[in-house]
């Protein structure tokens, strides 16, 4: 699972992510592809063919097509709580549908975004869901019982981040866009208390940061992807 704060270099990541997957001959699934020509997300019979599956959050079907469009709105805001929910049950969907069955079958999931996006934001977003709560969620609550093996969290400076966003077309900036709510989300990132979090539930955290040159990141991505995946 890749997270952090939006324009912190995720995209980055996954592409050094796509690169080893093609480098090792896997047949790649791209969720994003799949959106391009089906109404509904995909169920992994569908997809069953394949070894290396990209996913994110939050989708563009369903559940993830309303947060993208509707509850994104700035002019008309939906509260910390509303997203919370709405997210929970995207994630859940994609979990029994894709996810849960693709680790069954031994296949490797690169995930953009996850339950972590959630814990860090929701909460602390006007109108939000106490942690507690939050996690209690069923769909959190499925995303936590099926944890990552490894979590890559990208840290950049949230004032370099922001010039990154504002080049964004509207849908990408959400209510995401706020200088000051990405430094409370950075600040919750690196805290201890999220990374003990994912270490008890059996994750390997890793802290990427991305305030380097773009070939330096590229070449310090591929190495942190084979050094987690470690053989094709």
């Known amino acids: 699972m890749i997270d952090g704060i939006a324009g912190s270099g995720k995209s980055t990541l996954l592409r050094a992510a796509e690169s080893w997957s093609k480098d090792c001959g896997h047949k790649v699934f791209d969720m994003r592809e799949w959106t391009k020509s089906h109404a509904d997300p995909p169920t992994f019979d569908e997809v069953r063919d394949h070894d290396v599956f990209f996913t994110y959050e939050p989708t563009r079907q369903w559940v993830g097509a309303a947060i993208r469009f509707e509850?994104?709105?700035t002019d008309l805001p939906y509260n910390g709580e509303s997203l919370a929910h709405?997210?929970?049950l995207d994630r859940e969907i994609m979990y029994k549908r894709l996810i849960i069955p693709a680790l069954a079958a031994g296949k490797t999931v690169f995930q953009d975004r996850g339950v972590c996006t959630s814990i860090v934001y929701q909460p602390v977003m006007p109108g939000g869901i106490s942690l507690r709560r939050l996690v209690k969620l069923p769909g959190n609550?499925?995303?936590?019982?099926h944890?990552?093996?490894?979590l890559i969290v990208t840290d950049l400076d949230p004032a370099v981040a922001i010039e990154r966003i504002k080049k964004r077309d509207e849908e990408s900036k959400g209510v995401f866009a706020d200088l000051a709510f990405l430094r409370r989300v950075t600040?919750?990132?690196?805290?201890?208390w999220?990374?003990?979090?994912?270490?008890?539930?059996?994750?390997t955290v890793h802290a990427f940061n991305t305030d380097v040159p773009m070939d330096e990141m590229i070449g310090k991505a591929r190495r942190l992807i084979?050094?987690?995946?470690?053989?094709?």
């Not at 944890?147 to 490894?150: E, K, V, Y």
């Not at 600040?187 to 201890?192: A, D, I, V």
């Open 194 to 203: 999220f990374s003990f979090l994912f270490h008890r539930l059996g994750t």
């Open 187 to 192: 600040k919750r990132f690196r805290s201890h």
């Open 86 to 88: 709405a997210f929970a």
């Open 147 to 150: 944890p990552p093996d490894a």
């Open 226 to 232: 084979e050094s987690i995946l470690k053989t094709c």
């Open 141 to 145: 609550a499925l995303a936590l019982r």
């Open 71 to 73: 509850l994104s709105r």
